[in-house]
């Protein structure tokens, strides 16, 4: 028989032996499992139950003592127009003061930087999270006690989240609480925060030329119909008195208040001009921060997955009894392996001495 026929008998006689060999250690294997198949059972079938009765209870008490409550998470969409970001936004930040904001926030004119960038680290500043801590109360409402500022801004860190969908546009403010109707108020809080912080800043000047004028309109108005009142009780007064001297001043105090009510009503005739010309040019035009939606209250919850929890339990369990049952089983292989007990035994001699 030739070499090459002797190493193709030799590898066939060995590839027989490793797959009676892998054989019979499944079969080993299997055999461990079976021996301890009441333990694995009953220890996976205590997890289940115990995973079940302790869903139950977390539903059953109220949240604020339940070990695993509810949580609900709202949600508030602003819409956010990057197109005219840019440069424009460093040299917005800078010209209202703001120049050192926008360095921590790593805003430049040649970074690329967005107002949506701005919008969500706004929501991380310090300023943002004390005025909701304080606002809400947080600190009593979690029971923070060592270091308040600190602790109260991680947690609220943990709590609420901002992200923004650049194929959207769409900044997204999120919290999540056991009480969906507090959780609701801190999202729209947050979110008119961060509006009145970008009018606040310029960055929308459409809208703040808009606020203005509304401001200066209504003061207006009341000018007017503050002047229109001491008219109408100068002629009552001239209409009643008998002292011509009198008489003469109040004529000439009347007609200067109404020249002066002519000048307050042209006022307010060319500001509702513009104010009017400037909805239109806002109407053909993307704003660049626009809350889409504020938070409703959820009546749905976002967490936790009780039905999770339990699958994860049930797997854990069986898995940590079929471990326990292949140490059963190596310990009695060992007590039944002489030669391994006196190698113990000789050691342990060995350690006492």
């Not at 936004?89 to 926008?102: D, E, H, R, V």
């Not at 997204?172 to 925060?193: C, E, G, L, M």
């Amino acid at each position: 028989m030739s070499d090459t026929a002797k190493n193709t008998e030799n590898k066939k006689v060995e590839k027989v032996n490793n797959d009676q060999d892998q054989e019979i250690s499944l079969i080993d294997l299997l055999a461990v499992l079976l021996k301890h198949k009441k333990m694995i059972i009953a220890v996976t079938g205590v997890a289940a139950v115990f995973a079940i009765l302790f869903s139950i209870l977390t539903i059953k008490l109220p949240p604020e003592k339940s070990p695993l409550p509810n949580k609900y998470t709202p949600q508030a969409h602003m819409l956010i127009n990057d197109e005219s970001s840019g440069g424009g936004i460093s040299s917005m930040l800078s010209s209202s003061g703001l120049g050192s904001l926008a360095n921590l926030a790593g805003i430049s004119g040649s970074s690329g930087a967005s107002y949506s960038s701005l919008a969500v680290y706004l929501t991380g500043t310090n300023s943002f999270l004390d005025t909701i801590v304080d606002k809400f109360n947080l600190l009593e409402r979690y029971k923070i006690t060592k270091s308040p500022r600190a602790t109260s801004r991680k947690v609220l860190k943990q709590k609420l989240t901002a992200a923004y969908d650049s194929d959207s546009g769409v900044f997204t403010i999120a919290f999540t609480d056991i009480d969906p109707i507090f959780a609701q108020s801190v999202v729209n809080f947050a979110a008119d925060y961060i509006e009145a912080r970008f009018l606040e800043m310029g960055v929308d000047k459409n809208k703040l030329s808009k606020k203005n004028l509304e401001e200066n309109i209504q003061n207006t108005y009341n000018d007017i119909l503050s002047l229109q009142k001491r008219i109408k009780e100068k002629e009552s007064s001239v209409s009643n008195g008998y002292n011509p001297a009198a008489t003469q001043n109040i004529i000439l105090d009347t007609s200067m208040l109404r020249l002066e009510l002519s000048a307050k009503q042209e006022v307010y005739t060319q500001l509702k001009t513009q104010l009017e010309i400037l909805k239109v040019s806002m109407a053909s035009e993307k704003p660049i921060f626009q809350i889409l939606e504020k938070a409703e209250i959820p009546d749905q919850k976002s967490g936790p997955s009780r039905g999770k929890l339990c699958i994860i339990i049930t797997f854990a369990a069986f898995f940590i009894s079929v471990f326990i049952a292949f140490l059963l089983n190596a310990i009695d292989n060992l007590k039944n392996d002489p030669d391994a007990i006196k190698k113990l035994s000789t050691k342990k001699k060995g350690t006492e001495k």
